[in-house]
């Protein structure tokens, strides 16, 4: 007979389904189209369940959003996560954006629906545009840190006479939720495809 649920495994899987509504009806219905009736009922939960443990709707997608990024809900900043050390360790400049272009898929592969709802929603709603312009700056400062391992194993010399932190604006650009839901969701490319071009372009802009 299977061993009986701990709380603490209880209260774990009820915050994973609460998660997992959240993140359905998002992306089906957008963030103003979702309420957390909506949710609760979804995830076969009470309402006071949801704010109890979320406290309201967006601390919710904050956390959704944290979880799609990271893949899991360990609180591990992304620099600190053993990917993105791969990226600065990479031997080479060109295995580095190999890397980072690889990288970029894995995260986005989950979390650029949820991107997209955030961006979506942040032209109306101040606090979730707080959470948007919190999202590009992380990504930036990530971006930067891995630009500037690039200009030290390229010994200063990046294609055009780029330096970290415009290298760091164009991986931004490269590597966005923007840019890979243009290509992927809107033009049906692969994710395979996509990180070939992206690894392609970070290439051919920043190397000599």
């Known amino acids: 007979m299977a061993a009986a649920l701990t709380r603490a495994e209880k209260a774990r899987r009820t915050r994973q389904r609460m998660l997992d509504a959240a993140g359905k009806l998002f992306v089906e219905r957008g963030w ?16 006071q369940t949801v704010y109890f443990t979320f406290r309201n709707k967006r601390a919710l997608l904050k956390e959704l959003l944290d979880t799609a990024i990271a893949g899991d809900p360990d609180p591990v900043a992304t620099l600190e996560r053993p990917w993105a050390r791969e990226v600065v360790d990479a031997p080479d400049p060109a295995a580095q954006l190999a890397l980072q272009a690889a990288g970029a898929r894995r995260v986005l592969q989950r979390a650029a629906p949820v991107l997209e709802v955030v961006r979506g929603a942040a032209a109306a709603d101040s606090e979730v545009a707080a959470l948007w312009r919190a999202n590009q700056e992380q990504r930036h400062t990530v971006q930067l840190h891995f630009a500037e391992a690039l200009v030290a194993k390229t010994g200063g010399a990046l294609r055009d006479g780029h330096d970290a932190a415009s290298a760091a604006d164009i991986a931004l650009a490269v590597l966005g939720p923007e840019t890979f839901g243009l290509l992927v969701t809107g033009r049906g490319w692969s994710t395979a495809r996509w990180e070939r071009w992206a690894a392609d372009s970070l290439v051919r802009q920043l190397l000599p």
């Open 32 to 47: 103003a189209g979702t309420t957390v009736e909506d949710i609760a009922r979804s995830a076969e939960v009470g309402v």
